[in-house]
Nanobody, 120 residues
């Protein structure tokens, strides 16, 4: 069974740093685009950063210059390095990945959320 397991998160002071990781496990053909989302209380889920299999990245304007998304294809893992954290970054962070189970079958998978709380 394919699953995404998220680790990291926690409580950090404003201005601090945190690293999230999301590892894919199980049997699959290929791990394609991976995405970090977040959802703050009372708000809709928003895209934070994306990374394609070849390493092309894209960021939400609110995190540009502060967050870095990266991946290790050998470990089937995506990371989100968060620096200069602000109170407004407080949210539950989710990992999403498009996973090919075979050449012709690709599905989106979600990891469990992890709470990031930034104290002001």
């Amino acid at each position: 069974q394919v699953q995404l397991v998220v680790s990291g998160g926690g409580l950090v002071e404003a201005g601090g740093s945190l690293i999230l990781s999301c590892a894919a496990s199980g049997t699959f053909f290929r791990l394609n685009t991976m995405v970090w989302y977040r959802q703050a209380p009372g708000k809709q889920r928003e895209l934070v950063a994306t990374i394609t299999r070849d390493g092309s990245t894209n960021y939400a304007d609110s995190v540009k210059g502060r967050f870095t998304i990266s991946r290790d294809n050998a470990k089937n893992t995506v990371y989100l390095q968060m620096s200069s954290l602000e109170f407004e970054d407080t949210a539950v962070y989710y990992c999403n990945a498009n996973i090919q189970l075979s050449v012709y079958r690709e599905y989106p998978y979600w990891g469990q959320g992890t709470q990031v709380t930034v104290s002001s």
